[in-house]
């Protein structure tokens, strides 16, 4: 899967670099809000749009990864806790659960 995933990367640059030779000598006109750039080449204009979108990409990640990690996190600290409990009920003999404990658990024994 790896190997499919790496292929179609290249080919991506590949049709990318085909794409931004093709466009080398043409300029365009930018408006940006109230900004205006005109005469800029088009290849800059590309490579800087994927650089902006690649650091709001990578911002964005960041945000998931770090709520992921507090989750997994707290999931663990929750499955510790559950752990310890488990490992006291297993400890417990059966002298310290009080009796009345033990007909509520099972009402069918204590009407035979």
Do not use: W
């Amino acid at each position: 899967m790896k190997i499919i995933l790496n292929l179609i990367k290249i080919l991506l640059v590949i049709l990318v670099m085909f794409i931004l030779t093709q466009n080398a000598d043409q300029n365009v006109s930018v408006s940006f809000l109230t900004l205006e750039y005109p005469n800029i080449n088009l290849v800059i204009v590309i490579i800087i749009s994927l650089a902006i979108g690649a650091v709001f990409g990578a911002t964005f990640m960041a945000f998931s990864a770090i709520q992921a990690k507090a989750e997994v996190s707290r999931i663990k600290k929750s499955n510790k806790a559950l752990t310890s409990e488990i490992e006291r009920l297993r400890n417990v003999t059966i002298e310290e659960i009080p009796s009345q404990s033990l007909e509520t658990a099972n009402p069918d024994e204590g009407s035979k």
